[in-house]
DNA sequence: CGTATTTGACCAGCGC
DNA sequence: GCGCTGGTCAAATACG
């Protein structure tokens, strides 16, 4: 991307026409001229500003639209995926297995690992139902779970974009985290950090925190288990309020059970979350609100001209 | 002083 | 059985 951003606040397809020079103007109408000139200006940013809302609206409906598609894909998905493996049953066993079953490592649905799936029927609707699944995970979240809550394995895969000269290795969720270990793994030159869910004393989740070894400015959250608490919305310890880099809050270890429980409720706050998400992008972004310094002082100057 | 983090040691699964 | 590796423990340390 080519980061030019230009922001042109002043759509008025009329420009100000300023008035020729009138020499023999009384100062009475001269200043009549000024109030109206003032007035046509406000009205204009009145405009403006009805016509920045309406379009606001139409992002928000437009957002609505993505949302209530992804909603029926997802649905649909979860139909599909029940329909074909009805023996999925995960339960709580804590089993101690190093090597993970490469279908479920990490349940990556979208064949990112190997294209091998147990549903090898090559079902191409339902593999294009996938595709279609991840780029809308990947357009609407910056924070990508790779796993989908269809994917009944209680592991997530997180992707966080982060500052490479950051090694802190920590990943804002709203959950509280203690860390519990380090390790450098042989496929990654980057640590791995180790945390247990610390919100509850019981809660069996866990983390581990790796700068991806193909992208350094990519932090990857593996979760593992479903908390057995409330989430990070119902307590004040949420991380986004802390400053810094500001991150979503999102549940993102669904598994098993806690995911019919979740589902409702994030799909309630989704759309905000969403919406709140744009807008710390763009309030991110200093090349956006340097352009809209710009324009709004360029609007000023302009105003306090005429 | 209590709590969180760091870090080396230890444990267990896996491949050879 | 042995070595490698990932995961966990727990003492030491840092921090508020």
């Given at each position: 991307m080519d980061g030019s951003s230009f922001l042109d606040?002043?759509?008025?397809?009329?420009?100000?026409?300023l008035p020729k020079k009138?020499?023999?103007?009384s100062a009475s109408t001269h200043l009549k001229r000024k109030w109206l000139e003032q007035d046509e200006s406000a009205s204009e940013l009145r405009e403006e500003l009805n016509r920045v809302n309406s379009e606001n609206k139409k992002l928000t409906e437009m957002l609505a639209r993505v949302y209530e598609s992804y909603n029926a894909l997802h649905n649909h998905l979860e139909k599909l995926q029940s329909r074909q493996s009805p023996e999925i049953d995960q339960t709580d066993k804590p089993i101690k297995k190093r090597k993970q079953d490469p279908d479920d490592f990490l349940g990556f649905?979208?064949?990112?690992?190997?294209?091998?799936?147990?549903?090898?029927?090559?079902?191409e609707d339902h593999q294009q139902q996938q595709q279609q699944h991840e780029q809308k995970n990947q357009l609407l979240s910056?924070?990508?779970?790779?796993?989908?809550?269809?994917?009944?394995?209680k592991v997530s895969t997180v992707y966080v974009p982060t500052e490479?000269?950051?090694?802190?290795?920590?990943?804002?969720?709203?959950f509280q985290w203690r860390k519990y270990g380090q390790k450098v793994t042989r496929d990654n030159p980057s640590p791995r950090a180790y945390f247990r869910?610390?919100?509850?004393?019981?809660?069996p989740v866990k983390k581990k925190v790796q700068r991806s070894a193909?992208?350094?400015?990519l932090l990857v959250a593996t979760y593992e288990g479903t908390h057995n608490h409330l989430g990070p919305?119902?307590?004040?310890?949420?991380?986004?309020?802390?400053?810094?880099s500001s991150t979503v809050t999102l549940?993102?270890?669904?598994?098993?059970h806690s995911l019919l429980a979740l589902e409702k409720n994030e799909r309630n706050t989704m759309q905000e979350v969403l919406i709140q998400q744009m807008a710390s992008s763009l309030t991110k972004d200093s090349k956006f609100t340097a352009a809209l310094a710009a324009a709004i002082s360029g609007r000023l100057m302009e105003q306090s001209r005429t």
């Amino acid at each position: 991307m080519d980061g030019s951003s230009f922001l042109d606040l002043n759509t008025n397809p009329f420009p100000a026409k300023l008035p020729k020079k009138e020499v023999s103007v009384s100062a009475s109408t001269h200043l009549k001229r000024k109030w109206l000139e003032q007035d046509e200006s406000a009205s204009e940013l009145r405009e403006e500003l009805n016509r920045v809302n309406s379009e606001n609206k139409k992002l928000t409906e437009m957002l609505a639209r993505v949302y209530e598609s992804y909603n029926a894909l997802h649905n649909h998905l979860e139909k599909l995926q029940s329909r074909q493996s009805p023996e999925i049953d995960q339960t709580d066993k804590p089993i101690k297995k190093r090597k993970q079953d490469p279908d479920d490592f990490l349940g990556f649905p979208f064949g990112l690992s190997s294209g091998k799936t147990d549903n090898s029927s090559s079902n191409e609707d339902h593999q294009q139902q996938q595709q279609q699944h991840e780029q809308k995970n990947q357009l609407l979240s910056c924070k990508r779970p790779v796993t989908d809550s269809f994917n009944k394995a209680k592991v997530s895969t997180v992707y966080v974009p982060t500052e490479t000269s950051d090694t802190s290795l920590t990943v804002k969720d709203g959950f509280q985290w203690r860390k519990y270990g380090q390790k450098v793994t042989r496929d990654n030159p980057s640590p791995r950090a180790y945390f247990r869910c610390s919100f509850a004393p019981s809660c069996p989740v866990k983390k581990k925190v790796q700068r991806s070894a193909e992208d350094p400015s990519l932090l990857v959250a593996t979760y593992e288990g479903t908390h057995n608490h409330l989430g990070p919305n119902a307590s004040e310890g949420d991380a986004t309020s802390h400053g810094g880099s500001s991150t979503v809050t999102l549940d993102l270890v669904h598994g098993g059970h806690s995911l019919l429980a979740l589902e409702k409720n994030e799909r309630n706050t989704m759309q905000e979350v969403l919406i709140q998400q744009m807008a710390s992008s763009l309030t991110k972004d200093s090349k956006f609100t340097a352009a809209l310094a710009a324009a709004i002082s360029g609007r000023l100057m302009e105003q306090s001209r005429t």
